[in-house]
């Protein structure tokens, strides 16, 4: 049997997953970059035994890509379904990470799954598909890294319900932290106290806010046997750089949250 992946729950947010799901409704997360967005709906797919179809959403991608299309297989033509129209039939979970990089003319494909219709229109085969009650379909976006060029209609928005998702409270993050890694409290501890002090100064523009995964990836280099500042450097900080050099506050927050950790402690 496969085991349910981990996830700490900042919120509510695995109640009113599963009450949508029931409901038979579309359902977005928002939130910042790697704060537990893919982790949660991985969790939630094992949870209600649904199989998970996902989509990465970018600039190139069609409607044709969802759905599908003829293709030539052994001299004949076929069609072939996309992810969103196997989820359909299959009954699965479907998920478009970062809806907001896709093109608003791909979304439109989606109209009819995310209201009281739940089908899917294939126009190629003239086909009508019909979501069975294990179909759901799932969307995220990170709100603060979208321009004006990328932004989700408030009209489209509204077809869903909406999760709106943060960072977890230090002790949680601990916790994800060492349960990910097996890394020691203490170096989770200092992690979580290093991603705490950079997120405080996020709001002046000064870098991005570093998320759980690149303390997860910090923690994992760590126990693998390199120096914890060393860890840090590559997995947090270096990401931050602007221009090929550590911005100044960047390194005295550093300083300051390593200052008290002897050499014995540096490492896992």
Known sequence: MTSIPYYCASGEEQSVFQVAFESKLPLMLTGPTG???TRLIEHMASVLDRPLITVTCHDDLTSADLMG??????????????????????????YLDEIVEARRDTLAVLHSLTDHRRMLYLDRTGESLVAPNGFMLVCSYNPSSRSALKELKPSFRQRFATVDLDYLAPEEERAVVVSETGASPAVA???VELATALRSTTDAGVHEAPSTRTLVTAAKLASAGLALPQAIDAAVVAPLVRGGAVDDGLREILHAVLAPISPEGAAC
């Open 69 to 94: 299309r003829f293709l030539v297989k052994s001299g004949d033509v076929q069609w072939v379904d996309g992810p969103l129209s196997r989820a359909v039939r299959e009954g699965a979970i479907c």
């Open 189 to 191: 501890k200092t992690l």
């Open 35 to 37: 704060c537990g967005k």
